[in-house]
């Protein structure tokens, strides 16, 4: 059952959170996540609750709008856990499932129930016993910074006006409160002043105490984890200290990840998350696998900016200054992605370009951290911003077979080697467009050489960099798109690689 402390333990915990050593979920260290919009996934053959047997929804196959429902469900997701099993899959992120009025369910009505249109409270729970007899995890989203105009408490409000017992739960500026009509002002605080979306009174110790206690209340459900939307917008003090004590004494190995764009230091010293979305991992990948290829007019916002395109001397430079920011034990936790729900799917992105793409991935499944496959990626699915990056998963009939299979060898290229998992990441030559870097652990250890320009490349690796008389350098063990020579010579390991290639070879 869920612990609840009175804020003296709380405070006990929280010290001692700050005086520990930092640790992090073994289990994510060695995963491979799949992010799945349960709306567009799949429409399961098993029937969600009653009420929800005959909505009207828009066609499957039909282009996303911003409001309409495709009505994937739960049910459908269990239905492809055979699927991504033999894909290497063995974690998943499920973007928001609670009750909402809205497809991607971000504007939360009831944080203890699941929507009915994806299954109910039984879709999930059958989903946790599938994917747990499969050994994979399941993290879903928790939306804390705001709720919705449906969530009962500020209902209650929009009823009954200064009367409602609720009124501190939100931050209410003045009367009468406008929640649909823009021609009038608000007067109530909502996220990135979305009317849709009022914002919590996180410093009101009810609702602090009640986020807390769905937070733990999944945990003790048997979820695997969070993932915690603009958890930066939350000011209130030690807020997210104290859901991490109190969601670690449920599940030690519960997996916290925030969705931060920006740099994650005051949230990574080990006492908050666990690891957060890795957008900064993101930019210097795709602005150096993509360059200018790069199609700037599917991108928005400035929080999100892989560009202007980056050598392979200043992706390096990105790549340390990243890997320096924080412990050593959130690195290896980090959840580290090419595009979400929020971005143009990398392949629209890349115009198309599917060398520059898996560039892209190989870089991204040698990177310390957990690579996390959008869902549809894998099966060449593109898509420009929302809502067209969230296009319905493709039937078989129309997978790109060579990309599934590429995802595929990756992903065991990944499982199969340790150093990958918990290794070393260091940088041992860049030249040009041509990076080279090498992932160890104990005896084991992989160089990965990329070449993300048009034109073949040759880098010398001598022997200050590389000890040749310990050393066997055998096939590649992993290449994408051509092929990349090693000879040795006089002056060291001399590499020849082929235009927007790359290769991973096992150093003996």
Not at 130 to 144: I, P, S, T
Not at 159 to 180: K, M, Q, T, V
């Amino acid at each position: 059952m869920p612990h609840h402390y009175d804020r003296v333990n709380i405070n006990k915990l929280l010290t001692r959170t700050r005086i520990t050593m930092v640790t992090t979920p073994d289990w994510v260290k060695k995963a491979v996540f799949y992010q799945i919009f349960p709306d567009r996934f799949a429409i399961g053959q098993q029937q969600a609750i009653a009420v929800a047997q005959q909505p009207k929804l828009e066609p499957w196959e039909a282009p996303p709008t911003v409001q309409g429902y495709k009505g994937g469900n739960l049910w459908g997701v269990i239905e492809h856990l055979d699927y991504l099993q033999d894909s290497g899959i063995t974690a998943l992120y499920l973007t928001p499932i609670f009750q909402s009025a809205c497809n991607h369910r971000y504007h939360t009505h009831d944080y203890y129930q699941v929507d009915p249109l994806l299954g109910g409270n039984e879709a999930l729970q059958a989903l946790l016993t599938q994917a747990h007899r499969r050994e994979m995890k399941v993290v879903l989203d928790g939306v804390f910074n705001h709720a919705s105009r449906g969530f009962y408490f500020f209902n209650d409000i929009l009823e009954n006006g200064p009367h409602s017992p609720w009124l501190d739960w939100f931050h209410i500026e003045d009367w009468p409160l406008s929640a649909y009509d823009g021609s009038l002002p608000a007067n109530y605080r909502g996220w990135v002043d979305l009317r849709a979306l009022p914002q919590f009174n996180h410093d009101h110790p009810d609702v602090r105490e009640y986020l807390m206690r769905v937070g733990e209340y999944w945990i003790a459900q048997g979820i695997d984890g969070w993932r915690l939307d603009v958890p930066d917008c939350v000011k209130a003090e030690g807020f997210w200290q104290e859901f991490r004590c109190r969601v670690k004494a449920i599940n030690p190995e519960a997996y916290i990840v925030g969705e931060i764009w920006c740099d994650a230091s005051p949230w990574l010293a080990g006492d908050q998350f666990d690891g957060v979305m890795n957008y900064r991992f993101t930019e210097p990948t795709v602005a150096f696998a993509i360059g200018d290829r790069l199609q700037k007019e599917h991108l928005r916002g400035e929080e999100y900016r892989p560009y202007p395109a980056l050598t392979a001397e200043a992706y390096g430079e990105r790549i340390s200054q990243l890997l320096q920011q924080h412990p050593w034990e959130i690195q290896l936790t980090q959840l580290n992605l090419l595009n979400s729900h929020d971005t143009a799917r990398l392949l629209t992105l890349a115009n198309g370009d599917r060398p520059s793409v898996n560039l892209a991935l190989l870089l991204m499944f040698t990177f310390p951290g957990a690579p996390c496959v959008y869902y549809g990626d894998e099966v060449g699915l593109p898509g420009e911003a929302d809502p067209d990056c969230r296009r319905v998963f493709p039937a078989k009939t129309d997978w790109d077979l060579d990309c599934w299979e590429f995802y595929r060898q990756l992903i065991a290229l990944r499982h199969r080697y340790q150093c990958l998992q918990l290794g070393d990441y260091k940088i041992i030559a860049t030249a040009g467009m041509g990076y080279v870097f090498q992932r160890q652990y104990g005896d084991e250890t992989l160089m990965v050489a990329v070449n993300s320009g048009d034109n073949i490349i040759e880098i010398i690796l001598s022997p200050d960099i590389i000890n040749l008389d310990k050393i066997d350098i055998a096939e590649p063990v992993f290449s994408a798109n051509g092929e990349t020579v090693i000879d040795r010579n006089t002056a060291g390991l001399l590499l020849t690689m082929a235009p927007q290639s790359g290769a991973a070879f096992a150093i003996i």
